[in-house]
């Protein structure tokens, strides 16, 4: 029986030497009064009226104007990032052997198992 115990223990460890993976942030859910969608604005043109009360002239929600250059480089940005991660995403040391180790350890475990159904 204590065999069994050996085995388990080493199948929760190599359960525990898997890497784990990145993911990206969830959006946060919508500020009240927080505008649900992006308006275009351009010089000289008035802005739209789901935006901008026509009677008052008042913004109907709220956000935050981003010049267009900096939006641009923000999504150029992004476009590098996503190529500098696949540059980038070549298997660490750690995980190359985190992954032989985990199916040593998932042999092991095998083996102590049919020993002990054997033995016994």
């Given at each position: ?24 942030p969830e959006r946060p859910p919508a ?90």
């Amino acid at each position: 029986m204590d065999r069994a115990w050996v085995a388990l223990v080493l199948s929760c460890t190599c359960l525990c030497l898997q890497p784990a993976q990145a993911t990206p942030p969830e959006r946060p859910p919508a500020v009240e009064g927080e505008c649900t969608q992006a308006f275009p604005l351009s010089i000289g043109q008035a802005p739209a009226e789901s935006l901008v009360d026509p009677a008052t002239g008042k913004v109907l929600c709220g956000g935050v104007l981003l010049p267009t250059s900096l939006v641009a480089y923000y999504i150029e940005l992004d476009s590098w990032k996503d190529v500098a991660v696949v540059q980038l995403e070549e298997p660490t040391a750690w995980e190359i052997w985190g992954e032989r180790l985990q199916w040593v350890a998932i042999g092991a475990s095998a083996a102590i198992l049919t020993y002990a159904a054997v033995s016994d």
